[in-house]
């Protein structure tokens, strides 16, 4: 395969014309530059003094990494200027960052978690950038909280980075999902994936286990018929992944298969899931579905729950697209 760049790949989708306004083309540049500057931090570790704790908690009242800050920082400040965007949201923020004044506003929102699975950061596990971006669909001055709240459906984009073995961007712009790997001698994105796609049937899950008693009794069932193996009703045995980062977990799903899960459990009932909607489980869910697999929170397409607020909470099944189905119809099943 010709490896071509990531600016190859934006100017063959604005030329195409379907799915690359100016705008978006340099607000995903800008996002993968920013990308590379947390790769960078990342990378460091113990050399950079970028390990540990802050002293802040987030919105979510968790204690911030040092890494939680130094990526939302950049991503704030490699975004702010370009004209691209009206506002930004961070799960490390409780309310939206508008773009100031000094700078033109653009018709983009966009959300990010800017590192995922911060509880990896200090044991040298993979971690990532997780991003997703809205139109500014309403033509009022100005911008609000209010914005950002559409269904996942409506994302323009969305894609992440993982800081693993190697570092990759995985994209989709709504025309399939396509992977660029960082050549850290050129400092460019380079092509290594043109057209990701899931399989449909799978035999690994993800899911942490220490939750078991916990979970609800369609995810249970679910999982004792995985565990029971070519001995129980699937006739097959399953293997189990969970690294407890979720974009780890999500590239090993988009590069062979499998099915994640993050549903309720009765720990904390009042809460519909711990992932969060706008900014981690929507733009996860738009991979995907543009790699073939399917996403719903037990029972609803995540796509198309319109979110409340900007934090919200969501369940998460997502993956090879029969799994999805098996997982979501024992939902139905107890619903009744
Ligand atoms: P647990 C990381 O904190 C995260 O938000 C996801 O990336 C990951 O899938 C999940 O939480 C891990 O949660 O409860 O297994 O530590």
Known sequence: MSRISLTQYLVEQQRSGGHMPAQLRLLIEVVARACKRIAISVNKGALGDVLGSAVSENVQGEVQKKLDIIANEVLIEANEWGGHLAAMASEEMDSIHVVPNRFPQGEYLLLFDPLDGSSNIDVNVSIGTIFSVLRKVTNTRGVSEEDFLQPGKQQAAAGYCVYGPQTTLVLTVGDGVV??????????????????????DTKEFAINMSNMRHWAPPVRRYIDECLAGSTGPREKDFNMRWVASMVADVHRILTRGGVFMYP???????KAGKLRLMYEANPMAFLVEQAGGGATDGTRRILDITPSKLHERVAVVLGSKNEVERVTQYHLQQAG
């Open 179 to 200: 992977m660029f790997t960082l050549d850290r001698e050129m400092g460019s994105w380079v092509m290594t994936e043109s057209e990701v796609k899931i399989p449909a």
């Open 264 to 270: 309720w459990d009765a720990r904390e009932p009042n």
